[in-house]
């Protein structure tokens, strides 16, 4: 078992990795979390997605262009999600968790089909979307092309 795994991740260890070049999926499933986990953990920790320090003055720009870029990204129907009110890392379980509960709150949702169809329409990847999981996104996608 490596040393990351142990340590349920030393941020410095995959900062370190990410420097070599490993990518964020390949150092996240190691540690056996969710490549949005590590990104959290790597920010606030200092660290860059690319395993670089990061100044005080650069993560201030970057939170002024994410913050910038999300607020472009946001759509009206947004404010009646059900996932504005619940934790975000519920919507990006571990390789390997149940998303039961979070579909759940998804398909109780007044704008699931929103949701959804946004997920689809960019390419979503990672976490829970429209009640649909990556696999399921990947499928009803297949579908679609068919």
Not at 11 to 27: I, K, N, P
Not at 63 to 69: D, G, K, Q
Not at 107 to 124: F, H, I, K, Q
Request: charged content about 30%; some cysteine; overall charge neutral.
């Amino acid at each position: 078992m490596s040393q990351m795994k142990r340590s349920k991740l030393a941020v410095t260890e995959a900062a370190e990795r990410l420097r070599a070049g490993e990518s964020l999926e390949a150092v996240a499933a190691d540690a056996e979390i969710t490549r949005h986990t590590l990104m959290d953990r790597l920010s606030k920790a200092g660290f860059s997605f690319t395993g670089e320090r990061v100044s005080v003055e650069q993560r201030h720009e970057l939170r002024t262009y994410l913050s910038s870029a999300l607020l472009r990204w946001y759509e009206p129907w947004m404010s009646e999600a059900a996932c504005s009110r619940v934790d975000p890392d519920l919507w990006f379980p571990d390789q390997g968790g149940s998303v039961k509960d979070v579909k759940e709150i998804c398909r109780a949702c007044p704008v699931v089909a929103e949701c959804r169809a946004m997920a689809l329409r960019n390419g979503e990847r990672y976490g829970i979307w429209g009640a649909t999981s990556e696999a399921e996104r990947r499928k009803l996608l297949k579908g679609d092309a068919a």
